[in-house]
T-cell receptor, first 112, second 116 residues
Framework: SQTIHQWPATLVQPVGSPLSLECTVE??????LYWYRQAAGRGLQLLFY??????ISSEVPQNLSASRPQDRQFILSSKKLLLSDSGFYLC???????????FGSGTQLSVL | AQSVTQLGSHVSVSEGALVLLRCNYS??????LFWYVQYPNQGLQLLLK??????LVKGINGFEAEFKKSETSFHLTKPSAHMSDAAEYFC??????????????FGKGTKLSVIP
C-alpha cells in the first residue's frame, strides 16, 4: 500500500534562517506531488505541484521554492524565512486524473 | 477555473443532533467533489467523494453528502453528531490543471464543535 511521509512534524526557526521540509511517497511510481500551506482562517493554499522529476509549477509568488530530485521525493525550501512563512505545511500526492489526494501528517512551522 | 465556498467557518451542534456543513462550488467542467476531515495538527483524511453516478454518496464515520447540480452544492450531513466528530472539514473540487494534470481546490474549511 502507498504511504506518504513528511518531516519534521514541528519546526521553530528564526527569521532569516533557511528551510528544508521533505516529503517522500512509497508504494507508487510517478505520483503527482503537491505542497499546500494552511494558515489560520484561510484554508488550504496550493503552493507547488509537480508531475515529474524536475518539473515544478508554482502557484503563488513567494519566498519559497520546491524541488523534486527523485520520483517520490518532494522538498520545500527557503533561503531566508519570513514571519509570514509561518503556517501548517502539507505534502500530498495523487495518481493523477482527478483522483483524490493523500496527505502527509503536516509540518507546523513557526518563524520567530 | 474552479472555486469552493463553505458557508460558516464555525458550526456548533449538540451531541446527537444533525450535522450539516454546507459547500457550494463552481467548475468549468463536470466536477469531482470531495470532503476531507482534519483533526488538530494532523493531515487531511478523505471522508467521501463524488465522481459520477449516484448523487448521494456515503463516507466513513456515518457521513454522507449529496451532489445537487442545479444548486451547485455538495453539503455534508450526519444524522447524529458524536464528540469524536469535532474537527475541521474541508470541501474540495477537482478540475483540470495543466496538460494531463488535475488539482483540488479547497474551501476555507468549517470547524465543527460538538457540545456534550
Amino acid at each position: 500500500s502507498q504511504t506518504i511521509h513528511q518531516w519534521p512534524a514541528t519546526l521553530v526557526q528564526p527569521v532569516g534562517s533557511p528551510l528544508s521540509l521533505e516529503c517522500t511517497v512509497e508504494g507508487t511510481s510517478n505520483p503527482n506531488l503537491y505542497w499546500y500551506r494552511q494558515a489560520a482562517g484561510r484554508g488550504l493554499q496550493l503552493l507547488f505541484y509537480s508531475v515529474g522529476i524536475g518539473q515544478i509549477s508554482s502557484e503563488v509568488p513567494q519566498n519559497l521554492s520546491a524541488s523534486r530530485p527523485q520520483d517520490r521525493q518532494f522538498i520545500l525550501s527557503s533561503k531566508k524565512l519570513l514571519l509570514s512563512d509561518s503556517g501548517f505545511y502539507l505534502c500530498a500526492w495523487s495518481g493523477g486524473r482527478r483522483e483524490k489526494l493523500f496527505f502527509g501528517s503536516g509540518t507546523q512551522l513557526s518563524v520567530l | 477555473a474552479q472555486s469552493v465556498t463553505q458557508l460558516g467557518s464555525h458550526v456548533s451542534v449538540s451531541e446527537g443532533a444533525l450535522v450539516l456543513l454546507r459547500c457550494n462550488y463552481s467548475s468549468s467542467v463536470p466536477p469531482y467533489l470531495f470532503w476531507y476531515v482534519q483533526y488538530p495538527n494532523q493531515g487531511l483524511q478523505l471522508l467521501l467523494k463524488y465522481t459520477t453516478g449516484a448523487t448521494l454518496v456515503k463516507g466513513i464515520n456515518g457521513f454522507e453528502a449529496e451532489f445537487k447540480k442545479s444548486e451547485t452544492s455538495f453539503h455534508l450531513t450526519k444524522p447524529s453528531a458524536h464528540m469524536s466528530d469535532a474537527a475541521e472539514y474541508f470541501c474540495a473540487v477537482s478540475d483540470q490543471y495543466g496538460a494531463g494534470s488535475y488539482q483540488l481546490t479547497f474551501g476555507k474549511g468549517t470547524k465543527l464543535s460538538v457540545i456534550p
